[in-house]
Structures are given as C-alpha cells and as structure tokens.
C-alpha cells in the first residue's frame, strides 16, 4: 500500500536518480508514456512527477523533444535566470488571510478545554503540544522528518537569530546573501559577530564568492530571497551543503514563505536533503497566519541538540502557552494546511 501520492513516489526515485548521476546533465528521460508504464501509473501521473522535477531545476523540457536534465552539481549556473515576473513577486493573494474565525474558534476551544492550564508557564523550549505538532506537519508537508525535541519554539525571527548566535557562539564568521532580508545583518550586527556579504547569482550565491568564502556558518534564504526573488536552485542547494561539509561549517536554511507557492509541492528543504547533519531549519507563522502570531520553530540537526540543553536549556520560551497550544489546534486540526491549499490555488488560478 502506497504511504505516499505516487507522482511524488515517482518525483522522488527520479530526484534521487538525478542526484546521484544515473542520469547525467543533458541526458534525455524516459517519455512521460514510458515513465508511467514503467512504474505502472498514468501517463498523467507521470506528467505530474515531471513537472515538479521541472519546477525545482532538476529538468527542462524542450518542445517535441523530451524532458532533459539540467541538474549538474558542478555548475552551479546551468539554469536560466529567474523570470522578472518571480522576482518581483511578493506573494499576493488577493489580500486572503488565514480566516479570523477559524482562529478565534481554536482559541476558545482551548480557553474552554485547558482553561487556567493556559497561564502555565511554558517549558524552555516549547509545549510539547506544539512541538509534537510541528513534526508531524514537516513529515507529511515538507518531508523532514524529526522528533518533537529537535524543535525549538520561539517568537519570531529576529528571536530565533539571536538564540543561533547564542547557541554557535559570536567568535564565528555569518556569512549572508547580499542583498538579503535586511534584518538578518541587523540582528547579527548587534549580536557583535563577524559578516561576510556574499553576493547573489542567478540560481543563489555565486560560486566564486562561495569557494572564497571564510564563512563558519551560511545563512541563506533559499526559496525566494528578499529582495532579490532569487529561488536556489536544486545544484547550488547541493552546493551549499558540499561548503558546509568542506569547512565544518553550519547553514542556517531560513525558510521564510517557501510553503506559499503555486506549485502542489513546496520547494524541498536543504534539511532533507541533509538528513539533518549540518542544518538549521527556520521557519515562522507570521506570513502563513498572520504577522501578530510570533511563532517561530527551529528544528536542530543532532550534533546541535546536546550543545542547546547544554547552553540554552535554561533559557525561558518566548512565546505564551496560550499562543502555543492555539497554533497546535491549527496544525492537527488540518485548518492550517487547508488554509495553505486555498493561497495555493488562488496563486495557480492568478499566476
């Protein structure tokens, strides 16, 4: 019995396929027809799996021709530049927010199920509600799989870049995009730690800026940087990881808005690819929900878990019991997700 859609089965046998050189950049694939018969789906299925290979940069179609890879990890710039249109995209939906009373209905519901529980104090890292909660939304979501104690929960970004720096320590070297989200230098500047700009390509930071680079820890914006709109592609992402092994150095996968995307499966995370040895994943609600829910989540590769209760496992979770278990609601009640789907297809009937 299939766990999984299986064009997604199919997306990532080929994903992996690719990656790992059984086909070689240029290479054609099989057809869609050949492709479905061989996994025993239809050819519509097949086509699907195709195209979201197309949409993350693994391949390129030709017309009359095929489908051709277009992954090669030791050229970082065989892909086109980002259309104007994504570049310039800020993710619009007709001004659709995460529906105010399917919100008010989850904080009474919680109000009325834990009453005076919700003025407890919360555990360092976060309630283990939300935290149990998180994992499970990134294993069927965003294919990271983690336990519930690799998450970190705390108030927004700009908090979470502070507890890195507390956590990795203010003698490394931050290498950043340039340009970049400008409070990512901001806090990092203020946390009194070295920084290294480095500057943006078409398909992420630039090769050779990358190779000279001193960076200890990479913090990148991979899907959709702001503000250039630049999206890495499936390459550099791998390029990415290859410094972090090279040096020793950790990436900070800033993963703002990459769930808000007209395609039926959000870009996949450099986390999973990683399987979570070099890895920091952040995210935050503040665009999924709303910019007031200051919610954010941390997920820890294991050589960092033990350095956190270690150095931060005293520290005081920063965001209210209340909010916590709120968000929990949302995420197992499935009306996060649905919210989701609807931006998500207002962006593929706009787009």
Same mark, same amino acid.
């Given at each position: 019995?299939?766990?999984?859609?299986?064009?997604?089965?199919?997306?990532?046998?080929?994903?992996?396929?690719?990656?790992?050189?059984?086909?070689?950049?240029? #290479? =054609?694939?099989?057809?869609?027809?050949?492709?479905?018969? #061989?996994?025993?789906?239809?050819?519509?299925?097949?086509?699907?799996?195709?195209?979201?290979? +197309?949409?993350?940069?693994?391949? =390129?179609?030709?017309?009359?021709?095929?489908?051709?890879?277009? $992954?090669?990890?030791?050229?970082? *710039?065989?892909?086109?530049?980002?259309?104007?249109?994504?570049?310039?995209?800020?993710?619009? +939906?007709?001004? +659709?927010? *995460? @529906?105010?009373?399917?919100?008010?209905?989850?904080?009474?519901?919680?109000?009325?199920?834990?009453?005076?529980?919700?003025?407890?104090?919360?555990?360092?890292?976060?309630? /283990?509600?939300? =935290? %149990?909660?998180?994992?499970?939304?990134?294993?069927?979501?965003?294919?990271?799989?983690?336990?519930?104690?690799?998450?970190?929960?705390?108030?927004?970004?700009?908090?979470? $870049? /502070?507890?890195?720096?507390?956590?990795?320590?203010?003698?490394?070297? $931050?290498?950043?995009?340039?340009?970049?989200?400008?409070?990512?230098?901001?806090?990092?500047?203020?946390?009194?730690?070295?920084?290294?700009?480095?500057?943006?390509?078409?398909?992420?930071?630039?090769?050779?800026?990358?190779?000279?680079? #001193?960076?200890?820890?990479?913090?990148?914006? &991979?899907?959709?940087?702001? &503000?250039?709109?630049?999206?890495?592609?499936?390459?550099?992402?791998?390029?990415?990881?290859? *410094?972090?092994?090279?040096?020793?150095?950790?990436?900070?996968?800033?993963?703002?808005?990459?769930?808000?995307?007209?395609?039926?499966? @959000?870009?996949?995370?450099?986390?999973?690819?990683?399987?979570?040895?070099?890895?920091?994943?952040?995210?935050?609600?503040?665009?999924?929900?709303?910019?007031?829910?200051?919610?954010?989540?941390?997920?820890?590769?294991?050589?960092?878990?033990?350095?956190? +209760?270690?150095? %931060?496992?005293?520290?005081?979770?920063?965001? &209210?019991?209340?909010?916590? !278990?709120? !968000?929990?609601?949302?995420?197992?009640?499935?009306? *996060?997700?649905?919210?989701?789907?609807?931006?998500?297809? =207002? %962006?593929?009937?706009?787009?």
């Amino acid at each position: 019995m299939r766990t999984k859609p299986a064009y997604i089965e199919i997306y990532e046998k080929l994903r992996e396929d690719i990656a790992e050189g059984a086909y070689a950049y240029g #290479e =054609r694939l099989p057809s869609k027809r050949t492709a479905a018969a #061989e996994f025993g789906v239809s050819v519509i299925t097949a086509e699907h799996a195709y195209r979201l290979l +197309e949409e993350e940069g693994y391949i =390129r179609s030709r017309e009359r021709s095929g489908f051709f890879v277009c $992954y090669d990890e030791k050229d970082a *710039f065989a892909f086109p530049e980002p259309s104007a249109e994504r570049k310039s995209a800020s993710v619009q +939906e007709g001004g +659709e927010r *995460f @529906p105010f009373s399917v919100y008010a209905r989850a904080v009474r519901k919680i109000l009325s199920d834990r009453g005076e529980e919700v003025l407890v104090k919360s555990p360092g890292a976060g309630r /283990n509600e939300l =935290r %149990l909660a998180l994992a499970r939304y990134l294993a069927r979501s965003r294919g990271v799989r983690v336990s519930p104690d690799d998450i970190v929960v705390g108030s927004g970004a700009e908090y979470l $870049y /502070n507890l890195i720096v507390a956590l990795l320590g203010r003698g490394l070297v $931050y290498g950043i995009e340039s340009p970049s989200y400008h409070r990512i230098e901001q806090v990092y500047a203020a946390c009194g730690v070295k920084i290294e700009r480095l500057p943006l390509g078409p398909g992420g930071i630039r090769s050779d800026a990358l190779d000279a680079s #001193e960076a200890d820890v990479l913090h990148i914006t &991979p899907y959709r940087s702001f &503000p250039s709109g630049i999206t890495a592609t499936a390459a550099k992402k791998r390029e990415y990881l290859a *410094f972090a092994e090279r040096r020793g150095a950790w990436i900070v996968e800033d993963d703002f808005e990459s769930e808000i995307t007209p395609s039926t499966k @959000p870009e996949e995370t450099l986390f999973s690819i990683d399987g979570g040895r070099r890895v920091i994943y952040l995210n935050t609600f503040s665009r999924t929900v709303a910019p007031a829910v200051r919610i954010g989540y941390l997920v820890l590769p294991e050589p960092l878990r033990k350095a956190f +209760e270690d150095k %931060l496992g005293s520290w005081s979770c920063t965001v &209210p019991t209340l909010d916590q !278990l709120v !968000l929990a609601e949302l995420l197992d009640s499935g009306n *996060f997700e649905r919210s989701l789907n609807r931006m998500r297809r =207002r %962006l593929r009937k706009n787009g």
